[in-house]
């Protein structure tokens, strides 16, 4: 059964980075059907999408956060990785890894069917 | 960009109802749909693909319609496990996504 993991610091200090990364057990994370996400939840608050990555490589970003993000992939650890630069209060949330599933006939279906349990990154000094 | 919209914003329903959930896209977007639930401090959940089409070992009084720009997602009968936040999202022809503000449900 397919697992992700994310692991990272809980506490980044303000205008510094924030770096997550997402293991991917009980699967290979380069398989031609999926891509890989990270979502972010504020305190109280919805869901963002912060951006996907293929196995090769292949990135798609927030417009709103394109400038602080970098989506990265490891495919020798099974791992993807997110990196946030200078962070402020307002990047304090959890952090959600998740694969998307890319399917049917194009163009194709994509939605987010295996979540990770979330870590919480509160951005403080 | 498009932007979605969800109404209610939340719900108060009794156990049996049906209760319907209103997701609007700002343009048109197909079919190109997912809802999800997310239960008080729980991980989301794929409930609904393809705007109609639902997730494996999803209860079947879930069901989603709708295409174009509009679309809901209905709970036939309503159950105490349902209590959760419903969040609708678009996909573009290419893993690029937005959710919606999310819908929350409680039981009367």
């Known amino acids: 059964q397919l697992q992700l993991q994310e692991s990272g610091p809980g506490l980044v200090k303000p205008s510094e980075t924030l770096s997550l990364t997402c293991t991917v057990s009980?699967?290979?994370?380069?398989?031609?059907?999926?891509?890989w996400g990270w979502i972010r939840q504020p305190p109280g608050k919805g869901l963002e999408w912060i951006g996907s990555?293929?196995?090769?490589?292949?990135?798609y970003y927030n417009p709103s956060l394109k400038s602080r993000v970098t989506i990265s992939v490891d495919t020798s650890k099974n791992q993807f990785s997110l990196k946030l630069s200078s962070v402020t209060a307002a990047d304090t949330a959890v952090y959600y890894c998740a694969r998307v599933y890319c399917g049917g006939d194009p163009p194709y279906y994509y939605y987010m069917d295996v979540w990770g349990k979330g870590t919480t990154v509160t951005v403080s000094s | 960009d498009i932007q979605m919209t969800q109404s209610p914003s939340s719900l108060s329903a009794s156990v049996g109802d049906r209760v319907t959930i209103t997701c609007r896209a700002s343009q048109g977007i197909s079919n190109y749909l997912a809802w999800y639930q997310q239960k008080p401090g729980k991980v989301p959940k794929l409930l609904i693909y393809a705007a109609s089409t639902l997730q494996s070992g999803v209860p079947s009084r879930f069901s989603g319609s709708g295409s174009g720009t509009d679309f809901t997602l209905t709970i036939s009968s309503l159950q105490p496990e349902d209590v959760a936040t419903y969040y609708c999202q678009k996909y573009n022809s290419a893993p690029i996504f937005t959710f919606g503000p999310g819908t929350k449900v409680d039981i009367k």
């Open positions: 990555i293929y196995y090769s490589g292949s990135t």
């Open positions: 009980g699967g290979s994370i380069s398989s031609s059907s999926y891509y």
